[in-house]
C-alpha cells in the first residue's frame, strides 16, 4: 500500500513527476529503495556514479557495510574516515584555540623589587620555551640569582599555588645565593 507521504517523498528524492513516483512505488509494493532501482532501470533516475555498494539493510556499523551475497562484512565506506578524520582535527583545532585564547588572557611578568619589568602573554612564553628552550630556561634561572622574581597574572591564575612555587623558588635562589657569598 503506498502512502502520500512515501509518493512525495519520491518525488523529491528522484526529481520526478507524482504520477510516475505513484506507478514506481505501486510495481515495488511500496518500497521506496525498489522504487528508485524501478526509475532507475527505466532511465528516469541517474544510478550514482562510483564503485560504491548499495544496501537497503540497516546493519551499518562504524564504517563498514556487509555484503549482500553472504552477510559478511563488505568494502569500508571511506566517508567514515574522511569524516572521523575531519572531526579529529577540527577538535584539535578547537583545543588549539582555547588554549591560544587562554594564553593571551594571562600574562608572565618579570618583576625586579617592586617594579614590573618585562610583561608578556603566556602564549609567547610558551612559544619562547618550544623553539629557544636552551636560551629561555637558562634565562630564567639567571634572572633568579640576579634578583628578578616571576609571576603568572590573568583569570586563569587567580589564588595559584604556581606563583607561590615561583616565589618559594625565588627565596632558594637567594638564599644560595646568600650561602655562596658567606
Known amino acids: 500500500m503506498t502512502t502520500i507521504e512515501q509518493v512525495e517523498k519520491l518525488c ?37 556514479t562510483g564503485d560504491g555498494y548499495y544496501s537497503s539493510e540497516k546493519n551499518i556499523d562504524k564504517g563498514t557495510v556487509l555484503s549482500k551475497e553472504n552477510g559478511s562484512e563488505g568494502q569500508e565506506y571511506k566517508g567514515s574516515k574522511e569524516k572521523s578524520f575531519c572531526c579529529s582535527f577540527k577538535r584539535i583545532r578547537e583545543f588549539c584555540l582555547k588554549m591560544i ?17 618585562a610583561s608578556l602573554p603566556v602564549t609567547i612564553l610558551v612559544f619562547l620555551l618550544l623553539l629557544a628552550f636552551w636560551a ?47
Request: no cysteine; net charge neutral; aromatic share 8%.
Open 12 to 48: 523529491a528524492m528522484a526529481n520526478i513527476s507524482y504520477e510516475e513516483s505513484k506507478a514506481a512505488l505501486d510495481s515495488a509494493n511500496g518500497d521506496l529503495l525498489d522504487a528508485i532501482i524501478f526509475l532507475e532501470k527505466q532511465g528516469k533516475v541517474r544510478a550514482p
Open 101 to 117: 585564547r587562554k594564553g593571551n588572557a594571562n600574562s608572565f611578568e618579570v618583576i625586579k623589587g617592586e617594579e614590573i619589568k
Open 136 to 182: 629561555t630556561v637558562p634565562l630564567i634561572i639567571i634572572g633568579l640569582f640576579f634578583g628578578f622574581k616571576y609571576r603568572f597574572i590573568g583569570p586563569d591564575f587567580k589564588g595559584s599555588t604556581i606563583n607561590d612555587t615561583m616565589n618559594d623558588v625565588a627565596a632558594a635562589a637567594e638564599n644560595l645565593k646568600k650561602s655562596m657569598k658567606s
